[in-house]
């Protein structure tokens, strides 16, 4: 399988702070990733896709704004949470797509809890 | 859009076998995945169905009726260890991958 980290793995903010996540995978580039989010006991919803180099894709209801995505390089991704509020507590998951595989890695992810 | 549905729990009794059923509606579809959470952790791969079909990974298997938009997972000889939610997740044409709601699984002595 894929070796896929993310840092921080927990992080406590003060609400209106912002928070940067990083997503490496280690050993593979990844042309796309994808960044998901999952509150307690909810399924993964996708928030935004990203391609190394282009802005990324937001889903529906999704603010581009607020949750800033840079992947900057085929083994780098990182998610900024703006001006978090505690609605935005929840487990961050990035997900490097290695081009045309059906199986899809996920880092380990990042609790984010916003007080 | 996309939408996936599974039953929300599951339990079973540990050498068993059970099953979880997905069904789905989407525009775009490349297959059905299969994808195993515990409690803290990240999902990890189990299963991909781009045809349609039986796929058998050790105590694992996997079944796909495009037609039907439906597929199911079966897991055989249950472990104590098979206690975890499990996802079925459809891929879009942009690789996109959509999970469904998960299905929780207890599997008792």
């Known amino acids: 399988g894929a070796v896929v980290s993310q840092h921080p793995s927990r992080v406590i903010c003060k609400s209106g702070t912002s928070v940067k996540i990083e997503c490496r995978s280690l050993?593979?580039?990844?042309?796309?990733m994808f960044w998901y989010r999952q509150f307690p006991k909810q399924s993964l919803m996708l928030m935004a896709t990203?391609?190394?180099?282009?802005?990324?894709?937001?889903e529906q209801g999704v603010e581009k704004d607020k949750f800033l995505i840079n992947h900057a390089s085929l083994t780098l991704s990182t998610l900024t949470v703006t001006s978090a509020h505690p609605e935005d507590s929840s487990f961050y998951i990035c997900?490097?797509?290695?081009?045309?595989?059906?199986?899809?890695?996920f880092g380990p992810g990042t609790r984010l809890t916003v007080l | 859009g996309q939408s996936l549905e599974q039953p929300s729990e599951v339990t079973a009794v540990e050498g068993a076998i059970v099953q979880i059923n997905c069904t789905y509606q989407?525009?775009?579809?490349?297959?059905l995945s299969w994808y195993q959470q515990h409690d803290g952790g990240a999902p990890t791969f189990l299963s991909y169905n781009a045809l349609d079909g039986l796929e058998e990974t050790g105590r694992f298997s996997s079944f796909l009726s495009r037609s039907d938009s439906y597929g199911y997972l079966l897991l055989q000889e249950l472990q104590m260890k098979d206690s975890a939610s499990y996802f079925c997740?459809?891929?879009?044409?942009?690789?996109?991958?959509?999970f469904g709601t998960g299905t929780r699984l207890t599997v008792i002595p």
């Open positions: 050993d593979f580039q990844a042309t796309t």
């Open positions: 990203s391609n190394e180099g282009s802005k990324a894709t937001y």
């Open positions: 997900s490097p797509q290695r081009g045309g595989r059906s199986e899809q890695f």
């Open positions: 989407t525009s775009g579809f490349y297959g």
């Open positions: 997740g459809i891929q879009t044409g942009a690789n996109n991958l959509f």
